[in-house]
């Protein structure tokens, strides 16, 4: 009954973010908006569901090692495991102007993480200023791109996709239905990963930085290597930076505003060190030869690999 739940999970997640990328950059041409931006609200959001959702739960249920675990464990499985196999499919070129800006929040996002990390107790005033961050971000991210110069010739055509050229309502509902069936698809796989490592005797820490977090970041990966294979690497990309940036002040934020939440020590002595240096080397790729080749994506890979042995070994 698990590996079913799980095989449906996987099914539902895969149909889920091809109908997410369809949808999401045709609304994109549709509105004259660019992918980047489509990929750094609609899809970042979108695909970031699973872990709010995940989160809340385990705040409201008093599993901390799973709620703040979920967000540090599905920021690094973002940039080391999805970001690293979304290159390994097809290295990408990166848009440093927008980069600039998008980065410096992803930054600031990880310090803001390590702050409150490290304090030892996500309160609520620390929530409403992470959510408010956020809000910031989101609203200050859509007035820049609207001001880009000759921004419609930004725009691929539909040509340029396979995509069908269809209308704006059928585009939303595909989206919808893509962010729906990736939702629950999430929700199914994690379900049945949680019963089977459950079963294994692992701790819940343990279980989400790792099972939750890659679970839960299935949504993302899909999504990633869809858009990926389908040439929309600015969707590929910025869905990655969005979600990490979501997942901190969103996830960490909206949680922490319906319950307090006390970290657990082990996740402030090892696994947010980890976070920030991942990002700064999702930094450092971005900004140095303006792409993420195929060797950057092995390292991030193999750094993916040797830090969930390192769990394993110390748990």
């Known amino acids: 009954m698990v590996a079913i739940e799980i095989l449906i999970g996987l099914i539902f997640l895969a149909l889920g973010g091809d109908l997410l990328v369809r949808g999401a950059v045709t609304v994109a041409q549709h509105l004259r908006v660019s992918p980047l931006l489509i990929g750094l609200t609609l899809v970042g959001f979108g695909t970031s569901t699973p872990e709010l ?19 540090v464990g599905s920021n690094i499985a973002n940039i080391l495991l999805i970001l690293g196999l979304s290159a390994a499919v097809l290295p990408f070129a990166v848009d440093r102007k927008a980069f600039r800006r998008d980065g410096l929040v992803l930054i600031i996002a990880a ?6 990390i490290l304090f030892g107790r996500i309160d609520r005033l620390s929530g ?12 200050f991210t859509f007035l820049s791109e609207r001001r880009r110069p000759a921004l419609a010739g930004n ?16 585009a939303i509902g595909l989206t919808v239905i893509g962010l729906v069936l990736t939702i629950f698809g999430a929700r199914l ?14 701790s819940e820490t343990i279980i989400g930085l790792t099972i939750v977090a890659v ?16 040439r929309q690497a600015d969707v590929a990309f910025g869905n990655i930076v969005g979600s990490n940036i979501y997942n901190i002040f969103g996830i960490l934020g909206v949680s922490a505003i319906v319950t307090p939440i006390d970290v657990p020590a082990e996740i402030a002595g090892f696994d947010l060190w980890v976070l920030l240096g991942v990002t700064a080397l999702l930094v450092v790729f971005a900004t140095t030869g303006r792409r993420v080749s195929r060797w950057e994506g092995a390292i991030m890979l193999t750094a993916y690999v040797a830090y969930v042995s390192a769990l394993v070994a110390g748990s």
Do not use: C, F, H, Q
Request: no cysteine; net charge neutral.
């Open 189 to 202: 796989l994690v379900s049945g990963a949680v019963a089977l490592a459950s079963l294994a005797g692992v």
């Open 128 to 139: 409403l200023l992470l959510v408010t961050a956020l809000i910031v971000y989101v609203v």
């Open 111 to 116: 310090l803001a993480a390590a702050a409150v």
């Open 53 to 71: 959702v995940t989160s809340l739960e385990a705040a409201l249920r008093g599993a901390p090692g799973i709620a703040v675990g979920n967000v």
């Open 155 to 170: 725009v691929p055509k539909l040509e340029d996709t396979s995509a069908p050229r269809i209308g704006l309502m059928l």
């Open 215 to 230: 679970g839960t970041s299935l949504p993302e990966l899909i999504t990633s290597i869809a858009a990926a294979w389908r």
